[in-house]
């Protein structure tokens, strides 16, 4: 059963940095794509990153360009979430999730961006 567990959000203040991680389990985790949502009050869910297999084919949401960095550990079934100079926009929930098979989602961990 693939299961995902995000965590790392918090309350951070507007320039702030957090790290979010992924832990990923019930599939071969190198074998796939991942990505990193978030999803807003009122707001669809929208794609913030994607991380190829082998940390190739990378792509970033334009919104998060030179401020977030993705990675992945695969020996640790893990993707990570580097996020810096965070704003207020930046407020939601953050899932992780098979890039190209977006079937099934963790429970996300939250981050707000508030002074």
């Known amino acids: 059963q693939v299961h995902f567990v995000e965590s790392g959000g918090g309350l951070v203040q507007p320039g702030g940095s957090l790290r979010l991680s992924c832990v990923a389990s019930?599939?071969?985790?190198?074998?796939?794509?991942m990505a990193w949502y978030r999803q807003a009050p009122g707001k669809e869910r929208e794609m913030v990153a994607i991380?190829?297999?082998?940390?190739?084919?990378?792509k970033y949401a334009d919104f998060v360009k030179g401020r977030f960095t993705i990675s992945r550990d695969n020996g640790m079934s893990t993707v990570y979430l580097q996020m810096n100079s965070l704003n207020s926009d930046d407020t939601a929930k953050y899932y992780c999730?098979?890039?190209?098979?977006?079937?099934?989602w963790g429970q996300g961990t939250q981050v707000t961006v508030s002074s």
């Open positions: 991380s190829g297999g082998s940390d190739s084919h990378i």
């Open positions: 999730t098979r890039a190209y098979q977006p079937d099934d």
């Open positions: 019930g599939f071969t985790f190198s074998n796939y794509a």
